[in-house]
Each structure stands twice: as structure tokens, then as C-alpha cells.
């Protein structure tokens, strides 16, 4: 089935969390898709790996065509097909390898978050913090490297800038419930050059009808 005739429904909770980038990069396509609430945990044994996100493609007759599901391969595979990763496999991973280190700095943060020893807590959110401050200083840097224009890689929208943006619009807005000092910690830690990537994005022509659960990032920055 040729992409440009694909449809999707995005199966994932009501919340921003695992699935934000993922309603970015569908948004970002312009395609077709709506989205699923499964009731949760009734619906957890219908899901592929018993977690959320799921991917559903569907046929022109609007029947299942390909199911897929956790978070990072739902938006690989939407970045790849829709052409927000470069086909060079080489360019490519110098963008994908950005997605397992922020993966590593969401696992540390919910970590920390579970931690019922304050000693263990602490131990915690010191690692997710010096990993927190090695990501940002990737990221700026690849944002000067490529002359500070709000693009980490070349003049267009890439997979790179919107997995920043989704990381940024959980730690600042969405996982504030799980603690509420997160916001104001990340926000005095972001640098001019992610400020200006957030705002690029948040304003691309491509991204202006996502609509984050949230609201705007670039707001909430400023708040």
C-alpha cells in the first residue's frame, strides 16, 4: 500500500507522554489518522506487546493493513516513511542515535520518580540531571553547528527536531504531575538555541495543527 494512501489510528492514553512525538510526526505529514483511548488495563492484552503506543495502518477500505507498536519504532518508521529521516543510512543515525539518549534521560526521570528512599531518590535525580546537561549540550551544539537557524540538521523539519520538541513539551508540561518541580528544573537549564528549536518548530508550517494537550511550549517556557 503506497503511503500517500494511508490512513492511521494512533492507539495511546489521553496524556502526553510516550506518543507525543509520534502525534507530531503524523501531524507533520498531513495525513489522514485519528486516535485511540483503550480502556486500560482491559485492553491491554489486545495490544501487541500489551503496551501503548500502537501504530495501525490501515487500507484504502479502512481495514487493519500493518500494526506496530512501541514508541521509538512507531516513530521511526512514520519519520522514515513520510521523509523527516534522510534515506542515507549514515545521516540518518547521526539522528536516530539523539532518540536513544533521550530515551535514556525519560527512563532515568520516571526512575527517580519511583524511588520510595529518599537516599535512592536523590542518588537518581543527580543521574538524571548530568544526563539531562549532556543532552542539552548535544543538542546545542548540533544547533550551532548548523548555524543556530532552529534546524539541527539542514533547512527543513527533521525527526531530530521534532523528538526534541516532544521530549521538551513531557519534561515542561506533561510530567509535571509526576513532579512538580520538573518544569521550572529543565526550563533554567535550556539553552538559547533549544528555545529558538522549540519555537521553529512550534511554528512550522507543517506542525501548526498539532495541538498539544498542553498547549504551547514556547508558553509555557515563558510562564
Same mark, same amino acid.
Do not use: H, W
Given at each position: 500500500m503506497s503511503s500517500s494512501n494511508a490512513s492511521y489510528t494512533l492507539r495511546y492514553f489521553d496524556a502526553i507522554g510516550l506518543a507525543e512525538s509520534s502525534r507530531i510526526l503524523l501531524t507533520a505529514a498531513g495525513v489522514e489518522w485519528t486516535e485511540e483511548h483503550p480502556e486500560w488495563p482491559q485492553e491491554k492484552l489486545n495490544q501487541p506487546h500489551g503496551r501503548l503506543p500502537v501504530l495501525v495502518e490501515k487500507s484504502t477500505d479502512?481495514?487493519?493493513?500493518?500494526?506496530?507498536?512501541?514508541?521509538?519504532?512507531?516513530?521511526? $518508521?512514520? %519519520?522514515?516513511? $513520510?521523509?523527516?529521516?534522510?534515506?542515507?543510512?549514515? =545521516?540518518? %543515525?547521526?539522528?536516530e542515535q539523539l532518540r536513544d539518549l533521550i530515551s535514556d534521560v525519560v527512563s532515568l526521570f520516571f526512575t527517580q520518580v519511583q524511588c520510595k528512599n529518599k537516599e535512592d531518590k536523590a542518588e537518581f535525580q543527580t543521574k538524571f540531571e548530568g544526563l539531562l546537561?549532556?543532552?542539552?549540550?548535544? =543538542?546545542?551544539?548540533?544547533?550551532?553547528?548548523?548555524?543556530?537557524?532552529?534546524?539541527?540538521?539542514?533547512?527543513?523539519?527533521?525527526? %531530530?527536531?521534532?523528538?526534541?520538541?516532544?521530549? $521538551?513539551?513531557?519534561?515542561?508540561?506533561?510530567?509535571? @504531575?509526576?513532579?512538580?518541580?520538573? %518544569?521550572?528544573?529543565?526550563?533554567? @537549564?535550556?539553552?538559547?538555541e533549544i528555545v529558538k528549536l522549540i519555537s521553529t518548530v512550534e511554528t512550522d508550517p507543517l506542525v501548526v495543527k498539532y495541538k498539544s494537550r498542553g498547549g504551547s511550549l514556547v508558553a509555557a517556557l515563558s510562564a
Open positions: 479502512g481495514s487493519p493493513d500493518f500494526v506496530i507498536c512501541e514508541s521509538s519504532n512507531v516513530e521511526r $518508521y512514520l %519519520a522514515r516513511t $513520510y521523509g523527516f529521516l534522510p534515506a542515507d543510512l549514515k =545521516q540518518a %543515525a547521526l539522528q546537561e549532556t543532552l542539552i549540550n548535544v =543538542q546545542t551544539k548540533l544547533l550551532k553547528d548548523n548555524g543556530n537557524t532552529g534546524r539541527m540538521f539542514g533547512d527543513k523539519l527533521s525527526y %531530530a527536531d521534532i523528538i526534541t520538541y516532544g521530549l $521538551y513539551i513531557k519534561l515542561v508540561v506533561g510530567f509535571v @504531575k509526576f513532579n512538580a518541580d520538573i %518544569a521550572d528544573n529543565v526550563k533554567s @537549564k535550556l539553552t538559547p
